[in-house]
């Protein structure tokens, strides 16, 4: 057995959203893979959820999203 490991995990290339309950601080990270699916997921989970546009991670830095 062992100890858990302490170093964040990597998160892969893609568009971020977070989404959250409503009132809530704490919410799930969601990846997409191109811009349209994010925009897709947006319109979903819009209706009942509050949801955050985090960015597009590239090479392990988030840039923002122009046109959104």
Do not use: F, H
Not at 3 to 14: C, F, N, Y
Not at 53 to 66: A, F, T, Y
């Amino acid at each position: 057995m062992g100890r858990p490991s302490t170093k964040p995990k990597d998160l892969r290339d893609g568009y971020y959203i977070e989404v959250r309950n409503k009132n809530k601080k704490t919410g799930v990270k969601i990846r997409r893979d191109t811009k349209e699916q994010l925009l897709l997921a947006i319109k979903e989970y819009r209706e009942s959820k509050n949801v955050i546009v985090l960015g597009r991670l590239k090479n392990g830095k988030m840039m923002d999203i122009p046109d959104l």
